[in-house]
């Protein structure tokens, strides 16, 4: 079974740039999300999709940051313009989604952001 | 909300020497309860879980965990370390019903002397 990929694996840019990070989750996994894990720190939920539509979002930083998952299937996380405090690794998971039953959720390699 | 709280942000363990991450969780119902290692420049790696049953847990690599409800701790095991477990360890709670809300806690380096 493919894993979830994610593309690219690192980035480098300069501040106020724009840029967008790319997964594609385990096939037939309906739950798909994206967290931001700034380095010595846990990763933080940043927005998390059920098929095509978000069911959180409360930690989205919405003036600069922007997430779609199109036909319920692959996402795109897009950060612009970007600022220092975004470097970061930006991982993406998915899992089955039933609502309550095996939500076990498996990660890609995460796309590692710098921003200088 | 739920929360994650794991107090110890580095351990430093000799190869052979038995080993115990700390967990506590806050949360109003019995929550799913994960344990993920994180190796250099990787992303998470499932290590065990607790859905429900049996409050003792077995995973891969020879890791144990424990729920303990009256303590609201799912403390992590290993009876002997080796240096290649040297990693980032994550516990993470979920909440049972509903849309899956996985939140981790800050992580515990461990480090393997030889």
């Known amino acids: 079974e493919a894993g979830v990929a994610q593309s690219p694996r690192y980035k480098i840019i300069e501040k106020r740039q724009s840029v967008a990070f790319w997964c594609n989750p385990i096939?037939?996994?309906?739950?798909l999300y994206w967290y931001q894990q700034i380095l010595g720190q846990g990763p933080k939920l940043l927005i998390q999709?059920?098929?095509?539509?978000?069911?959180?979002d409360s930690q989205l930083p919405k003036d600069r940051f922007s997430a779609e998952r199109l036909k319920g299937v692959d996402s795109t996380l897009k950060i612009q313009p970007a600022k220092l405090e975004d470097s970061a690794v930006y991982l993406c998971?998915?899992?089955?989604?039933?609502?309550?039953?095996?939500?076990?959720?498996?990660f890609g390699q995460g796309t590692r952001l710098t921003v200088v | 909300a739920q929360s994650v709280t794991q107090p110890d942000i580095h351990i430093t363990v000799s190869e052979g020497a038995s080993l115990e991450l700390r967990c506590n969780y806050s949360?109003?119902?019995?929550?799913?309860l994960f344990w993920y290692v994180q190796s250099p420049g990787q992303g998470l790696q499932l290590l065990l879980k607790?859905?429900?049953?049996?409050?003792l847990v077995q995973g891969i690599k020879g890791f144990e965990a424990e729920f303990k409800r009256s303590q609201s701790s799912f403390n992590q095991r290993k009876p002997s370390v080796h240096w290649s477990d040297a990693a980032e360890y994550f516990c993470?709670?979920?909440?049972?019903?509903?849309?899956?809300?996985?939140?981790f806690g800050t992580g515990t380096r461990l480090l393997v002397s030889p």
């Open positions: 998971a998915s899992s089955p989604g039933d609502r309550g039953r095996n939500t076990e959720a498996f």
């Open positions: 096939s037939g996994h309906a739950t």
């Open positions: 999709f059920q098929n095509n539509g978000v069911v959180d």
């Open positions: 949360y109003g119902a019995t929550p799913y």
């Open positions: 607790y859905f429900s049953g049996d409050t």
């Open positions: 993470a709670v979920a909440q049972l019903t509903g849309f899956q809300k996985l939140v």
